[in-house]
């Protein structure tokens, strides 16, 4: 179960280095334009830096068991938020196709993470 962890944690780093190291790629892939040293500094930072904390907290504390079950509840919270908030804006403004893929491999991560916390609590209670 770690093991999954541990690749969605990844999948976040992987994914805000991408939008740090390759900002402007990045951003036209999500119809973006960084046209500002403004618009840059955001995208560089809420899509880069948020996306690599959540990976590497993800990560670090996978290998610390004092702080895996407060980690994998806020990942579980988290990623179901972007879930939700992707399917929000489907309804509010409309299904873009290029979207779809990205709302898939969130609900995935959404689903992996949710499923490691529940068993993570489950076999906490079952097997003190």
Do not use: N
Request: glycine share 8%; with cysteine.
């Amino acid at each position: 179960m770690l093991s999954l962890y541990r690749i969605c944690g990844f999948l976040y780093l992987v994914s805000g280095a991408w939008c740090a190291l390759q900002a402007d790629l990045a951003a036209g892939f999500l119809g973006f334009m960084l046209e500002t040293g403004i618009a840059k500094s955001e995208f560089f930072s809420v899509y880069g830096g948020l996306q690599i904390g959540l990976g590497l907290s993800m990560l670090i504390t996978s290998f610390q068991p004092r702080y895996l079950e407060a980690s994998l509840f806020y990942s579980a919270i988290f990623s179901s938020t972007l879930a939700v908030f992707r399917l929000l804006s489907f309804l509010l403004f409309g299904v873009v196709q290029a979207f779809i893929i990205m709302l898939i491999i969130e609900l995935l991560i959404a689903g992996v993470l949710c499923f490691v916390w529940y068993r993570s609590k489950y076999f906490a209670l079952h097997h003190r």
